[in-house]
Each structure stands twice: as C-alpha cells, then as structure tokens.
C-alpha cells in the first residue's frame, strides 16, 4: 500500500515524518522488545534526525542500522553514519552496541558489504537463504531517481541473492541494501523535498516506470506500508493519494 502525502514545505515534511516514525517505534515496542530503524544518507533527513534526539524514546530497544553508506571513513565529511552521529546518535543515551553502521575500512567494498552482511544475518538470527526483515527503513530520492545507493544502471539495483550490495555512484563505490531488503521492510518512507526532484518523481509515480533508469520505482514493500513524504516543490505534479 502507497501513501503519498504532499506537505507545505520542508519543515512540515519533516514534522509529519517525525510524526511517522514515532507512531511506527511505539507501535512496534508494544509488540516486541527491539525496534530496527534503517537511516537514509545524504541531507534532506538531517533535521529529522535532529529532532529524533529531542525525543525521549527507550534508546535501549531501539537498534539503528543505515540504508547506505559512501565508501570513505566513519569520521569522512561525506560519511552517512557521521551526519547522523552528530544530528542525533551522539546526542541521546543509545548504547553503542545499538548502532549497527556499514563497515568501510577494509580496504575493499565486497569485503564490507560480506561483513555487514554476514553482521545483519547474526543480528536478525538468519538462516543462508533468508533476508533480514526491518521495521522501519527511511529513504531518499536523488535527482536522477536514486534511493539509498541504488543507482541507475547499476548492478547493485539488479541484485537480488544477497541483503548487502556494493553500490557504485560515478564510479564511486557505495554499500547499501539490496532491493529485496528494502522491500521485505515493514515500513519504509520516503522523505523527498525540493524541485530538483520533481522530474525523477514524474517517471517513478508514472504507471509503467523503467525502474533501472529509476531505481525508487523499485520500492514496493512485498507487505509492508510504503509513504512517500514530499514537500510542495517536489510533490507539486503528484497526485495524493
Ligand atoms: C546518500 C543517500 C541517498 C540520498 C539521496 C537524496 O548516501 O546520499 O542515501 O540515497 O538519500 O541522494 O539525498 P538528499 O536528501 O541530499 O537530496
């Protein structure tokens, strides 16, 4: 099930993602004892996750993990896992132990993505042939229709035997989670703000939409909910719904 919301601007857009993932941590703490976040990179969800750290939730049961990473070092100005380290991890009392970044220090990205791989079946207790199954899964959009490091083109939005694909931006490598874990997820949102986004969002809302050339058009949780937050720049040729 799609969701599309088009929100006013971009701090409506976050206030109402806040909104979501806070409704959706609760929900799942009244079920089970741990909730699994996946954290989106890039720029658009840092003020979400500033606001997250304002928040008095039980850091104890919740386990975050990211949806991608840039293959360059946890201290890395580019790095995913810092700009949500500083917005928000480093400011609340969740135990180390809980935060579950991708590995970029080996020297190679298919050693990486094996070991956090190999990290994931551990943690979710997974056989050979299984994929782990996230509660929540936060997503960006880029504007050539990216979503996490799935680019266009790429083999990594092709593959579908493993959780963890090694992803690669203009020949830049990236880790990210495969299509198929991202849409085993009990819920993922999208947070897609500004105009520069309009265009790719035209194609993958299209009924018929080349999802290589648009690999967010490839996200479509098997049984989970899927929300597509968009502010009025981006979303204004979409329709609600
Ligand atoms: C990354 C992200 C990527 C991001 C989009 C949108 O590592 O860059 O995971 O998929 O979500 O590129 O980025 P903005 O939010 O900065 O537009």
């Known amino acids: 099930m799609r969701t599309v919301e088009v929100l006013f601007d971009k701090q409506s857009l976050v206030d109402r993602a806040l909104e979501l993932v806070l409704a959706k941590l609760r929900s799942t703490l009244e079920k089970r004892?741990?909730?699994?976040?996946?954290?989106?990179?890039?720029?658009?969800?840092?003020?979400?996750?500033?606001?997250?750290?304002?928040?008095?939730?039980?850091?104890?049961?919740?386990?975050?993990?990211?949806?991608?990473?840039?293959?360059?070092?946890?201290?890395?100005?580019?790095?995913?896992?810092?700009?949500?380290?500083?917005?928000?991890?480093?400011?609340?009392?969740?135990?180390?132990?809980n935060?579950?970044?991708?590995?970029?220090?080996?020297?190679?990205?298919?050693?990486?993505?094996?070991?956090?791989?190999?990290?994931?079946?551990?943690?979710?207790?997974?056989?050979?042939?299984?994929?782990p199954v996230f509660d929540l899964i936060l997503l960006g959009m880029g504007d050539d229709g990216h979503t996490a490091s799935l680019f266009p083109h790429t083999e990594a939005v092709q593959v579908c035997d493993r959780a963890v694909a090694v992803g690669n931006k203009d020949g830049q490598p990236r880790l990210t989670l495969s299509v198929p874990t991202i849409n085993l997820a009990e819920c993922v949102i999208f947070l897609v703000a500004g105009e520069n986004k309009r265009e790719a969002l035209s194609h993958v809302f299209s009924s018929d939409p080349d999802t290589d050339a648009y690999p967010a058009a490839i996200v479509e949780p098997l049984e989970g909910e899927l929300w597509w937050l968009l502010d009025a720049a981006a979303g204004a040729e979409v329709e609600k719904g």
């Open 33 to 97: 004892d741990r909730a699994t976040i996946v954290l989106a990179g890039g720029s658009t969800p840092k003020p979400l996750y500033e606001a997250l750290a304002g928040q008095d939730l039980p850091w104890d049961k919740l386990h975050v993990f990211w949806g991608d990473e840039r293959y360059v070092p946890p201290d890395d100005p580019d790095s995913n896992q810092r700009m949500a380290r500083l917005a928000w991890l480093d400011r609340v009392p969740i135990p180390a132990a």
């Open 99 to 131: 935060i579950h970044p991708f590995p970029t220090q080996a020297g190679n990205p298919e050693t990486d993505a094996n070991s956090y791989e190999t990290h994931l079946r551990q943690f979710f207790g997974l056989s050979e042939k299984d994929f």
